[in-house]
C-alpha cells in the first residue's frame, strides 16, 4: 500500500468515527460531553497528521481539494 493511500485510510476512518460518534447528537450535545470533545478532538488530530502526510504529488493531481 502507497503511503498516500495508506494516509487517505487514516483520514476516512479519523471522519467516519466523528460522523458515528456524534450521530444523532447536537452542537450542545458534544459541547457539553467531554468524552464527545475528547474522542472528536483527536479524531480531527488523526485526520490532520494524515493529510499532512499526502505526498506533494498526490496533492498536485487534486488541486481543487484544499
Same mark, same amino acid.
Given at each position: 500500500?502507497? #503511503?498516500?493511500?495508506?494516509?487517505?485510510?487514516?483520514?476516512?476512518?479519523?471522519?467516519?468515527?466523528?460522523?458515528?460518534?456524534?450521530?444523532?447528537?447536537?452542537?450542545?450535545?458534544?459541547?457539553?460531553?467531554?468524552?464527545?470533545?475528547?474522542?472528536?478532538?483527536? #479524531?480531527?488530530?488523526?485526520?490532520?497528521?494524515?493529510?499532512? #502526510?499526502?505526498?506533494?504529488?498526490? #496533492?498536485?493531481?487534486?488541486?481543487?481539494?484544499?
Amino acid at each position: 500500500m502507497s #503511503r498516500d493511500s495508506g494516509s487517505l485510510l487514516d483520514i476516512v476512518e479519523a471522519a467516519r468515527t466523528i460522523v458515528a460518534f456524534t450521530q444523532g447528537m447536537e452542537l450542545t450535545g458534544v459541547l457539553d460531553n467531554i468524552a464527545a470533545q475528547a474522542v472528536v478532538q483527536y #479524531r480531527l488530530i488523526v485526520l490532520g497528521e494524515a493529510v499532512k #502526510r499526502l505526498s506533494p504529488a498526490f #496533492r498536485a493531481t487534486h488541486p481543487d481539494v484544499p
